[in-house]
T-cell receptor, first 117, second 113 residues
Framework: DAKTTQPPSMDCAEGRAANLPCNHS???????VYWYRQIHSQGPQYIIH???NNETNEMASLIITEDRKSSTLILPHATLRDTAVYYC??????????????????FGKGTKLSVKP | GAGVSQSPSNKVTEKGKDVELRCDPI?????LYWYRQRLGQGLEFLIY????????KSGLPSDRFSAERTGESVSTLTIQRTQQEDSAVYLC???????????FGPGTRLTVL
């Protein structure tokens, strides 16, 4: 599976956009980019995923570069409750098996996002 | 609807004792995963169940760890002869067979004294 590189920590002012980068230069053509987050003392929470096109949902936007070697998760208006560790994960397609041996997610250390008032 | 639940939420045990951790997945989810998260670390995959197929146990760290799942319902992770390095939060997740999103439970915090 492709490995990901994320900055260990970032700060963001409340109400501003939080842009979290992720490098995945060894990603292969059938691997998706997923983002999860983990708020302190809670289990991870799915945010968004994409393959090639940019994606948007009620939580965030995902921008994937044309060469797919990096992506950015955007929280358009960060709140204090968005303070969490954000994990960028690459994972194989359903038809080729998942990222891990049978579908498990492979988490790195993520980016600790601190939203400040 | 109800999410993934885990019990107990906290477990303190003495070194050498056996512990059982329980996971109730979301109804209808055929895939179930166990992960471990040590303090300040990322998640480590432990084991995966998919329907009635043989589980993928490739992430279990030692033969002291085992897990069972009854059909497509509850799963139990058992750690025998616990060691201090087993102290961690044990997280369970479930997903629909062909869905990509995994839903995580709140975890069980295990402390081995």
């Amino acid at each position: 599976d492709a490995k990901t590189t994320q900055p260990p920590s970032m700060d963001c002012a409340e109400g501003r956009a939080a842009n979290l980068p992720c490098n995945h230069s060894t990603i292969s053509g059938n691997e998706y980019v997923y983002w999860y987050r983990q708020i302190h003392s809670q289990g991870p929470q799915y945010i968004i995923h994409g393959l090639k096109n940019n994606e948007t949902n009620e939580m965030a936007s995902l921008i994937i570069t044309e060469d797919r070697k990096s992506s950015t998760l955007i929280l358009p208006h960060a709140t204090l409750r968005d303070t969490a560790v954000y994990y960028c994960i690459v994972r194989g397609s359903l038809h080729r098996g998942y990222g891990g041996s049978q579908g498990n997610l492979i988490f790195g250390k993520g980016t600790k996002l601190s939203v400040k008032p | 609807g109800a999410g993934v639940s885990q019990s107990p939420s906290n477990k303190v045990t003495e070194k050498g004792k056996d512990v059982e951790l329980r996971c109730d997945p979301i109804s209808g989810h055929t895939a179930l995963y166990w992960y471990r998260q040590r303090l300040g670390q990322g998640l480590e995959f432990l084991i995966y169940f998919q329907g009635n197929s043989a589980p993928d146990k490739s992430g279990l760290p030692s033969d002291r760890f085992s897990a069972e799942r009854t059909g497509e319902s509850v799963s139990t992770l058992t750690i025998q002869r616990t060691q201090q390095e087993d102290s961690a939060v044990y997280l369970c997740a479930s997903s629909l067979q062909r869905e990509v999103e995994q839903f995580f439970g709140p975890g069980t915090r295990l402390t081995v004294l």
